[in-house]
């Protein structure tokens, strides 16, 4: 009897295998006659990235990628896979093929004029809302919302980004910057240092403190740095580079630029364990740490909310208590939305009136809900932080292995910032700015090969779209929910568009110079070669805020410092060369997790010397 059990356990287990691997190869199947439809060429992929089991496990399946002829699919199942490959499938299968496993159908797109008509048209080419979930924390917002929503939202937004927010962001970058630098390069050895984490630790040891720092000290860095901008000029809220997140107000657990810090950088669990309800005795530190930081920053985001609320009220315009001044995002979209209201009272009114007063006065508000209030100025953190120092982060390994390109750069600051005029952290933001076109070149050449999105999804509206693809003008019709994928990263680099040195990082590229006055300014890439920013009215509306703060931050470094590659003690580093190598294979050696990001950044490192 008992010998019969045990041997019907295995065939037991076997039954939901099989049903799995069933229910699996008939998605495949399906989904690839479908791609069929298409016309294009197709790659079948057994596991994609929209798997999450796999993207677990993936990394110890590396081996299938050298299995010959079966192990092609392997490099199509990672997430942002474009980083790696860029063009070049493209090279083999033309400027638009299906990669159908049996999640869906994917059509990747290697052509500008697709990728433009992918960005511009927003209500043939929609968000795919499963994609955009991780925006939608605290309420619905400009990221995640679609089609005439999308117009409501837009309307209400585009106020916040205005001039007066982009002197802020110059004047809080420079002044983080600088104090980041003064912290990496003199800083006491006991110094306290706060990490990308919201944890103390202590830097002044052999990586800091002396200008060395691995590319994961600068990713935390530039992250705090990028953080506390946003907290500055997004919200109001000014904070010490070192000192942001021990600020801690009763009642709370982390501080402002705490609770912001510790859910941007930890935005995965924040979206599982966040909405969560468990008993006590089920959780432990880490999701009451998440829950915590959660309802930290709902209150902040509802204190700014009726803060601003009231003071635009009593006419106050947003500014004093412990505001610094009304330009801040927040202050400028609560303005905003609270003239949308009076707007539609005032329509109502003028309704009602002409209705002989019966009318209800229904009809879609014109304004935003507290919730979608809430959402987008959290929104606008997660769409503002990584991205930013992520590009720098990008930047700072090229300029390193690039001493000349320093010097280029150099010679302009030197030039804006000379002897007679007044140095970074005191420049003016509307005359000094846009006199940094070559720091621009480095943010737009960074961008160009690692910026933050290496592709971006769309699906077809109603029952699908047709898509005019490629040279020949081949149409494809396009059906609801298969995904339309535009490959930034094939595009930015394709040797078509930017000539056989196109994977190769070269700012002057973007200069244009003006053969009579010799003003430099950025050049136009042709139509659809360049969308780092999107393109259309569904474009970055931080597109000026990350330069200004991108370029105020390169200005601070390269005017007093110059960077080079170091050789990282307890490595197998030795010259100069090596450590070139180093940076260069940590910048290759790339993933995806909300954004582009180095795998690996402790693996090599910088030295910040002084001039
Ligand atoms: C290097 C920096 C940045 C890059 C490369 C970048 C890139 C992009 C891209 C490609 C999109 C389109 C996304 C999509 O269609 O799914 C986008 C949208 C957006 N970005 Fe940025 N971004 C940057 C910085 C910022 C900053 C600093 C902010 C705010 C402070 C911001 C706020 C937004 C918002 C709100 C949207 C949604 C716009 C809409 O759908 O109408 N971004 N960004």
Redesign the pocket.
């Known amino acids: 009897m008992s010998g019969n059990i045990l041997f019907l356990v295995p065939r037991l287990l076997f039954i939901p295998i099989f049903l799995v691997i069933l229910k699996r190869t008939y998605s495949l199947v399906r989904n690839y006659i479908q791609a069929r439809k298409l016309g294009i060429p197709i790659i079948v992929i057994p596991l994609s990235w929209q798997d999450r089991e796999w993207l677990l496990f993936r990394p110890f399946f590396k081996w299938i990628d050298s299995v010959p002829v079966l192990g092609y699919w392997y490099k199509y199942s990672e997430l942002g896979w474009t980083m790696h490959h860029r063009y070049r499938p493209h090279q083999k299968y033309g400027d638009a093929f299906a990669i159908v496993s049996p999640s869906s159908v994917l059509v990747q797109i290697n052509d500008p004029q697709a990728g433009t008509v992918l ?1 511009r048209d ?1 209500k043939i080419w929609t ?1 795919p809302p499963t ?2 979930e991780i925006f939608n924390l605290y309420g619905k ?3 995640s ?1 679609n089609g005439e929503d ?1 117009q409501r ?2 309307r209400i ?1 585009n106020p916040a ?1 205005r001039e007066q927010n982009n002197k802020m962001v110059w004047e809080e970058s420079l002044r983080q910057a600088d104090q980041m630098l003064e912290l990496r390069t003199r800083r006491p050895k006991d110094s306290n240092h706060v990490g990308g984490d919201g944890k103390e630790g202590k830097v002044g040891d052999e990586r800091g403190g002396d200008g060395k720092a691995t590319m994961a000290d600068l990713f935390t860095d530039f992250h705090l740095l ?1 953080m506390h901008v ?1 907290s500055a ?2 919200f109001g809220h000014l904070h010490d580079f070192s000192s942001g997140l021990q600020e801690v107000p009763p009642g709370k657990t982390k501080s402002f630029s705490g609770a912001l810090n510790f859910v941007l950088m930890n935005v995965l669990p924040v979206m599982i364990f966040g909405p969560m309800k468990l008993p006590r005795f089920l959780t432990w530190p880490k999701f009451r740490e998440t829950q915590a930081a959660v309802k930290d920053l709902r209150e902040y985001l509802a204190e700014t909310v009726s803060y601003t609320r009231a003071t635009t009220q009593s006419g106050g315009g947003g500014g004093g208590g412990g505001k610094q001044q009304a330009a801040d ?1 927040a202050t400028a979209l609560i303005e905003a939305d609270e003239a949308a209201k009076r707007e539609d009272r005032r329509q109502q009114q003028t309704n009602k009136s002409l209705s002989g007063g019966g009318g209800t006065g229904g009809g879609k508000p014109n304004y935003l809900s507290d919730s979608e209030l809430f959402g ?1 100025l959290y ?3 997660v ?3 990584d ?2 120092a ?2 720098l982060c990008y930047a700072t390994p090229f300029l390193a292995v690039n001493p000349q390109i320093q010097e280029w750069v150099g010679e302009e600051i030197d030039s804006v910032f000379g002897s007679s005029n007044p140095p970074p952290l005191s420049s003016d933001y509307e005359t000094t700015f846009p006199k940094l076109t070559r720091c621009l070149a480095v ?1 737009h050449e960074t ?1 160009r090969l690692w ?3 290496p592709e ?1 999804a769309r699906f077809a509206a109603g029952d699908g779209q047709h898509l005019r693809v490629g040279g020949d003008g081949k149409v494809i019709w396009v059906p609801k929910e298969v995904y339309v994928s535009t490959n ?1 990263f094939g595009i930015h680099t394709d040797p078509r568009f930017w000539g056989p040195a196109g994977l190769e990082w070269k700012p002057e590229r973007w200069i244009v110079r003006d053969p009579d006055t010799g003003v430099e300014a950025i050049r136009t890439p042709k139509g659809g070669t360049f ?4 393109h259309g ?7 000026k ?3 200004v ?2 370029v105020a931050v390169l200005a601070t470094l390269l005017y007093r410092y110059r960077l080079k590659p170091w050789v990282v003690p307890g490595t197998e580093m030795r010259t100069q060369n090596d450590a070139s190598e180093a940076l260069m294979l940590a910048v290759n050696d790339s993933q995806f997790s909300l954004t582009t990001k180095m795998a690996r950044p402790e693996k090599a490192g910088v030295v910040i010397v002084p001039r």
């Open positions: 960005q927003y968000k994609l955009y917002n400009l990221v919302v999308w939202h837009r937004v980004f990028a946003l000029a997004g995002i987008n929104a606008f953190n769409a503002g932080f991205t930013t992520g590009t943010m961008l910026g933050p999105l971006m930034f969308l780092a920013w999107s009215p569904r474009v970055c509306p931080g597109r805020f990350s330069q703060e991108f």
